[in-house]
């Protein structure tokens, strides 16, 4: 399924975009909010692979695995790493502490023989005990030399090196050998929690040991490795990544003989699978449907169709044809003719593509990952925290995930916390810190930061009908009387030929902006003066005049009810800018932003949606503070106390004057936040350093800049005869383990055929 995300590679990225935020927040009332024991209602979803054994996967083959694009680079330490460089580099590099089923670190056997800290006073110290057996794809084994080299290139301290991220390696004092280069002591001048998430993914010395290596030797190939995998080539114009089995892997021997990374776009992959260039594809509900409409239309089992080749014909094209057959006269039955014919041609074209999709089962978990409503907390309405906080209690969160997910047969319950997924360890809901929907309590926020129905139709300037400052600005003036049937006479007669044909445009107007840029939502109801009508209301063609037309000149006239109850401050609305993505691939958050903009319109505050290209989402918008509403994601992380730091962070002051917003792109954050957050990150007892994470959680809760609505679904195509492959949920891929259950044909690796 497609979504605009954030990968949480970059998580850690230096603090560059200068943006404002706003100030500290204080919370009166958290007492309670969390709690020592873990969420008893905590369950992950369970990860959807088809699981076998190694002894029943086939040895040999080579499998086809959709990615978006091929990696600009494959050092995952760079800032344009993507989730391509993080797949790809899964099956060449060591991962030291991966993920398992429940989302938390796992020492790796096949590159450790144990890690862990020996010393705590006076400094921290890990030691780390590497597999005798681990060597590099050279045959050079791995050693305290990596290790030095990966520090010094990502300590910060050395700025020829372009590295996006360094925490956790500022930290370390030094790295030394032990009783032999297997063996590394690695002494910290700081505590750090989350030392589990060094040196992984772990690059040879070859890499790491200059700046030239590290920022342009690593970004187009790997020539020393040491995974299950070792790299082959890497064709941009071909759109490929292969990589074929190390012969000098010492684990379990890859079943697979060579792995294809091959670039398809999200919308091209039912495409790709139908014409089985690709084995596996993540993919969206529509592609899903589609392999779940070919099962049926397969039998359910590869089977012939339960009603012939005409089954996947829809009854609205099985009208057309029977009309174009029956015509009266020789150009209806040639044109009957040709419709016969072409659709014989689409049904054979379908049957085709549903024989071609019924080879493949969706696979489908929750992905390790949550959608959010941001709200920007830079300036305007959103930087009152009570404003933040009312729309955040207006939303039905429950509501939010229901579409999205029940659709799906997934579990849609929302997340209770910004920092960890149900099912990790540590989860607990935070939310009450927020409070539980309440659209009562949410209007009497607005109202007590001075947002009231009507709002927008009174000033603070003295406007008093007839008042002496506007009599002496205007001068000698006919009578309001007078003017106004004047000013009758002379337009009755335009508006009455005019009224129907404005109207006419106004719908088409509407119906266009709808579908693409910008419109508002709130002040287009019948009878507003946005809406593009002529202003006149029901009560102004009765009979006797207009009321009030002969009332002073400046007296308003009165508003539509729809107006009242917009919800306004001195004359003007509180009008919010919802910037969303307009790609195919982004359908669900359109549908959950249309959502969320019905719920907002329910308390009267309007929402001008703006659509915008999913290329250009987040950096031009998302980044640089270009909105006051949008949606995007955070994926899940082993590590909160280092990665959710600079997402949740307090902008800092820079010496230009402006803030360093880090990954906070809502802007909103606060001095104590970051405090529990440095506190949990120098904890080594795990107990308390999720307390500190859980009080952190709190607070980021009641801040509302970020709203979490729904645990993203993880949807995924795959070949019927693979195992081990598929939704992976927290845990990651064991790449030795994928394979067929039964042996495919060989062929060239990159051509897209097994």
């Known amino acids: ?245 190390n012969p000098r892997w010492w684990g379990d021997e890859a079943r697979l003989d060579s792995l294809v990374f091959r670039a398809v776009e999200p919308g091209k992959r039912t495409d790709a699978l139908a014409e089985g260039t690709v084995d596996v594809a993540d993919i969206d509900p529509a592609t899903a449907n589609s392999i779940a409409l070919a099962a049926r239309y397969r039998g359910g089992n590869g089977g012939p169709p339960a009603h012939g080749p005409g089954a996947g014909i829809t009854p609205a094209a099985a009208l057309r044809s029977w009309a174009l057959a029956h015509g009266s006269d020789e150009e209806a039955a040639e044109t009957a003719r040709a419709a016969r014919e072409e659709t014989r041609e689409a049904v054979a074209v379908y049957a085709a593509e549903q024989k071609s999709l019924s080879g493949f089962a969706v696979r489908k978990s929750l992905e390790p990952s949550y959608t959010q409503l941001a709200l920007n907390g830079e300036s305007g309405p959103l930087s009152d925290d009570r404003v933040r906080r009312a729309i955040a209690r207006t939303l039905d969160r429950q509501e939010l995930a229901d579409a999205v997910l029940k659709p799906l047969g997934l579990p849609a319950k929302p997340p209770g916390s910004h920092l960890a997924l149900a099912g990790q360890p540590g989860y607990k809901d935070g939310s009450g810190a927020l409070g539980e929907r309440d659209t009562k309590e949410a209007q009497a926020l607005l109202a007590d930061a001075g947002w009231t129905p009507g709002g927008a139709l009174r000033s603070t300037r003295d406007t008093k009908a007839g008042s002496e400052a506007e009599k002496k600005d205007e001068g000698e003036k006919p009578a309001a009387g007078e003017k106004a049937a004047d000013e009758d006479k002379d337009e009755k007669a335009g508006k009455a030929g005019k009224k129907d044909e404005k109207a006419e445009d106004t719908e088409k107007d509407d119906k266009a902006s709808r579908e693409e840029g910008e419109y508002t939502v709130g002040d287009d109801k019948p009878g507003s003066r946005s809406s593009g009508g002529s202003g006149v209301t029901a009560q102004d063609k009765q009979p006797g005049g207009v009321a009030g037309a002969y009332a002073p000149v400046g007296t308003a006239a009165p508003a539509p009810a729809a107006v009242k109850s917009r919800l306004g401050k001195d004359g003007k609305p509180l009008s919010l800018r919802f910037v969303l993505p307009s790609g195919p691939g982004s359908q669900s958050l359109r549908t959950v932003g249309e959502k969320i903009v019905a719920m907002l319109d329910s ?98 809760w009641a801040a509302a800049g970020s709203i979490p609505l729904y645990q993203r679904p993880q949807l995924v195509a795959v070949d019927k005869k693979l195992a081990n492959i598929g939704a992976f949920g927290f845990a990651a891929p064991r790449y030795q383990d994928i394979g067929f259950t039964a042996r495919q044909a060989a062929g060239p690796p990159a051509n897209g055929k097994k």
């Open 603 to 700: 308390i009267g505050i309007s929402t001008q949606v703006t659509k915008v290209a999913d290329d250009s989402y987040f950096k031009d918008h998302i980044a640089s503070g270009d909105y006051d509403l949008a949606l995007y994601s955070w994926p899940a992380t082993a590590y909160p106390a280092t990665d959710g730091r600079p997402i949740f962070a307090k902008p800092e002051p820079a010496t230009d004057g402006s803030l360093l917003v880090a990954q906070n792109y809502t802007r909103v954050g606060s001095d104590h936040i970051d405090q529990l957050f440095d506190r949990a990150v120098a904890e080594l007892d795990a107990d308390a350093s999720r307390d500190l994470l859980k009080q952190a959680d709190a607070r980021i």
């Open 1 to 245: 399924m497609s979504h605009v995300g954030v990968p949480r590679g970059t998580a850690r990225k230096r603090r560059s975009v200068a943006l404002l935020a706003t100030g500290v927040l204080t919370i009166p009332v958290l007492a309670g909010c969390t709690s020592d024991g873990e969420d008893p209602t905590s369950v992950a979803v369970p990860q959807d692979i088809a699981p076998a054994s190694r002894d029943r996967v086939a040895d040999g083959s080579t499998l086809n695995w959709a990615i978006d694009a091929v990696p600009s680079t494959l050092n995952a330490f760079q800032a344009d790493a993507d989730g391509a460089t993080t797949r790809i580099t899964g099956a060449l590099l060591p991962s030291l502490f991966p993920m398992d089923a429940k989302g938390e670190p796992r020492l790796n056997p096949d590159y450790l023989e144990s890690a862990k800290v020996i010393e705590r006073e006076p400094k921290q110290v890990v030691l780390y005990k590497l597999n005798q057996q681990a060597v590099w794809s050279d045959g050079r084994e791995i050693g305290a030399p990596d290790f030095v080299a990966q520090w010094r290139a990502l300590s910060g301290k050395d700025s020829a090196f372009w590295t996006a991220r360094n925490a956790g390696y500022e930290r370390i004092e030094k790295i030394e050998r032990g009783k032999d280069d297997l063996q590394v002591r690695v002494t910290f001048s700081k505590p750090y929690a989350d030392w589990r998430s060094l040196f992984s993914p772990l690059y040879p010395k070859e890499v790491t040991g200059s700046p030239g290596t590290f920022n342009d030797g690593a970004r187009t190939t790997l020539r020393n490795t040491a995974g299950p995998f070792r790299l082959r080539s890497v064709n941009k114009p071909k759109g490929t990544v292969v990589l074929d089995r």
